[in-house]
């Protein structure tokens, strides 16, 4: 498959020299390719039940506790619904919600898979990131300094506990790489940090946002000399990184080219993954064909998330960037009503 991919990569690129350099290399690229094939084939492969069923018991505590998650996570799947049907007309309809309207939905319940579950208590156990969902983290005045920073240290537990998985077994390794994969480009801490950190080192306050958009948004990318424009989202969470420090050079030619490369990577895994991944089903194919300990074996050898973390030193520079990074790259939504 790996073979297969560089292929198909080739059709794009056809010399290889010219992309040894910034960003990252075209084996990078297959390697984020393969890595999103694998996450589909695991959402796929992963059995859906009902909440009550993923929680184990009826305590009411934690019955109402998943009850305003889901609530709460629903609201922005259903905002991001409506927001890929308006830019691309497409329908993704996993989604929205169950519908639990007639008897034998009530009782089937929401069915989510082990990891969406997971997902659902880190958003309710894990206070930071409901704060950057809603925009809070922007705000001293609604969170502190002090606060700021035990929300990051709680988060790094959460972390912590991820990474020990990845010197576990096959399932270890795949949940935790995934777990990590979604929280790095749903949240963007680690990127985050490393721009405040360059930042101070230039002595600047600027957010350059069409630069650091470059690495973390959903971005309109011009095809055929501009005539066709392709909406697509930035997921270069494991090579991202290693572009942060020329975020912040003075020179647009350098800049430019790593531009460029990026403009070409989203076309061709664009191509790639419409008309290949999606038109031969390759997640299924991952599903009944390739053995999981193949998957957790290219994740150990070409996805080893752990590489992105860095010890974190805060002060006040950092938080107050960071806060600005926020406020300027997360996108303003309507609140839920709960």
């Not at 056809?14 to 690229?29: G, H």
Request: glycine fraction near 2%.
């Amino acid at each position: 498959m790996t073979e297969f991919i560089d292929n198909r990569i080739d059709n794009f690129f056809s010399d290889r020299e010219l992309y040894k350099l910034s960003p990252f290399n075209l084996e990078d690229l297959r390697d984020c390719i393969l890595l999103e094939i694998i996450k589909d084939a695991y959402d796929e492969a992963e059995k859906k039940q009902s909440i009550r069923a993923n929680r184990g018991n009826d305590a009411d505590d934690l019955r109402m506790r998943d009850s305003r998650s889901m609530k709460y996570a629903q609201h922005y799947r259903s905002l991001q619904y409506e927001h890929i049907l308006e830019t691309t007309g497409a329908e993704v309809k996993e989604l929205l919600p169950d519908d639990v309207s007639t008897m034998d939905g009530k009782l089937d319940g929401h069915k989510i898979s082990g990891m969406q579950y997971f997902e659902l208590n880190t958003m309710s156990d894990i206070p930071l990131l409901k704060a950057i969902v809603n925009k809070r983290i922007c705000d001293v005045k609604s969170i502190s300094n002090d606060v700021f920073i035990a929300y990051m240290d709680e988060y790094q537990k959460l972390i912590d506990r991820l990474i020990d998985m990845l010197d576990g077994d096959d399932e270890d390794v795949i949940f935790a790489t995934i777990a990590l994969f979604t929280l790095e480009w749903k949240y963007k801490v680690e990127l985050f940090y490393q721009c405040a950190v360059e930042a101070e080192k230039h002595k600047t306050k600027e957010i350059p946002t069409e630069r650091i958009g470059l690495l973390c948004a959903e971005l309109p990318v011009p095809v055929h000399a501009g005539r066709t424009i392709i909406h697509t989202e930035s997921r270069f969470v494991m090579h991202r990184l290693e572009i942060v420090p020329h975020v912040y050079e003075d020179k647009d030619q350098a800049w430019d080219e790593i531009k460029d490369k990026f403009f070409e990577y989203f076309i061709a895994k664009y191509y790639i993954k419409r008309e290949i991944v999606h038109k031969w089903s390759l997640p299924e194919y991952f599903v009944t064909h390739i053995d999981r300990s193949k998957w957790a074996e290219f994740f150990r050898v070409h996805y080893d998330l752990r590489k992105i973390y860095k010890p974190k030193e805060w002060n006040n520079f950092r938080i107050r960037y960071v806060r600005n990074l926020y406020k300027a790259m997360i996108k303003e939504m309507p609140k839920p009503k709960l």
